[in-house]
Nanobody
Framework: QVQLVESGGGLVQPGGSLRLSCVAS????????MGWYRQAPGKERELVAI???????NYADSVKGRFTISRDNPKNTVLLQMNSLKPEDTAVYYC?????????????WGQGTQVTVSS
């Protein structure tokens, strides 16, 4: 079973930066895609950014030009660098991974980390 462990959330002022990281642990698996979703109070969970094992990326329009996703494949790690943060970025951020193990594909989620952008 693959586990995702996130770190890096917190409180930051508007215009500030944060970096989220997520590490996948387990055995006998591949990760075709990793990324981040977020969920604000009263709203549905939404995609923030995703990156494939070949480094193709996709971003939500609301974060393009401000957030950068990257991954370290040997370390099964995905990072989200968030710059120029806005109050509307406030949400719980969830790490996501598409896992393939023994030819079976599943989705894995982290426990979530709170990001609060406020003065």
């Amino acid at each position: 079973q693959v586990q995702l462990v996130e770190s890096g959330g917190g409180l930051v002022q508007p215009g500030g930066s944060l970096r989220l990281s997520c590490v996948a642990s387990g055995s006998d698996f591949a990760i075709p895609a990793m990324g981040w979703y977020r969920q604000a109070p009263g709203k549905e969970r939404e995609l923030v950014a995703i990156i494939t094992s070949g480094s193709s990326t996709n971003y939500a329009d609301s974060v393009k030009g401000r957030f950068t996703i990257s991954r370290d494949n040997p370390k099964n790690t995905v990072l989200l660098q968030m710059n120029s943060l806005k109050p509307e970025d406030t949400a719980v951020y969830y790490c996501y991974a598409r896992i393939v193990s023994r030819a079976i594909a599943t989705n894995a989620w982290g426990q979530g980390t709170q990001v609060t952008v406020s003065s």
